[in-house]
Every structure is written in structure tokens, then in C-alpha cells.
């Protein structure tokens, strides 16, 4: 599966952005997805992912309440809405996919997001 992350951008804090991970190449109906992000000279930071049947989601805790993490099947595509915005979100964010019956996990390119005080 082919990852394409898209919806980055350069925001005041407080504001909202709405990255978007379309995939290609397979249905993501067998994946688990989710996001990542990484600012340099840190290691990269789980932030959200929902399971293949939307039956559960994840978060890394200073984005819950925050973030929202969903998945459009039909359209083979998952979102990370970011509400409140902080400074501190800023980072290169990675969608990826996890075969339910593997331990492979497919990375796309990352999304910069820079919120700004």
C-alpha cells in the first residue's frame, strides 16, 4: 500500500488543520492506521491510530480531546482532525498502515505542520 499524507501547513495556536492520508496500491479496509510525528533531535511521537473496523481509537494523551482520528473506507483514505492548535504540535507528521495479520508497517512521506504563538 502506497501512503500519500497531504494537509500541512503554518497556522496560529489555536487554530485547526485537518491532515489527510489517502492510500493507494490496496484497500486500507485491512489496515490499522494511524499517525506519527517527529521534530528533528527528538525521537518520532505516536499521535493517534484507528483500528481497521473504527471499532477503537488510540491517542497519545496531549492530544486527546484535541485530535480526532477517522477513516473513510470507501474513500481508502484516513484524517487527523487537529483542533486547539499548539506550538508545541509542531513536527513532520506520518500517516501509516498496519496489515491486521502483520507486522508490517507502511510509512508515506511526512506533512510539516508549524503552529506558530
Known amino acids: 500500500v502506497q501512503l500519500q499524507a497531504s494537509g500541512g501547513g503554518s497556522v496560529q495556536a489555536g487554530d485547526s488543520l485537518r491532515l489527510s492520508c489517502a492510500a493507494s496500491g490496496r484497500s486500507i479496509s485491512s489496515y490499522d492506521m494511524g499517525w506519527f510525528r517527529h521534530v528533528p533531535g527528538k525521537p518520532r511521537e505516536f499521535v493517534a491510530a484507528i483500528k481497521s473496523t473504527s471499532s477503537n481509537a488510540y491517542y497519545e494523551d496531549s492530544v486527546k480531546g484535541r485530535f480526532t482520528i477517522s477513516r473513510d473506507n470507501a474513500k481508502n483514505t484516513v484524517y487527523l482532525q487537529m483542533n486547539s492548535l499548539k506550538p508545541e504540535d509542531t513536527a513532520v507528521y506520518y500517516c501509516?498502515?498496519?496489515?491486521?495479520?502483520?507486522?508490517?508497517?507502511?510509512w508515506g512521506q511526512g506533512t510539516l505542520v508549524t503552529v506558530s504563538s
Open positions: 501509516f498502515a498496519r496489515r491486521v495479520d502483520s507486522v508490517a508497517v507502511y
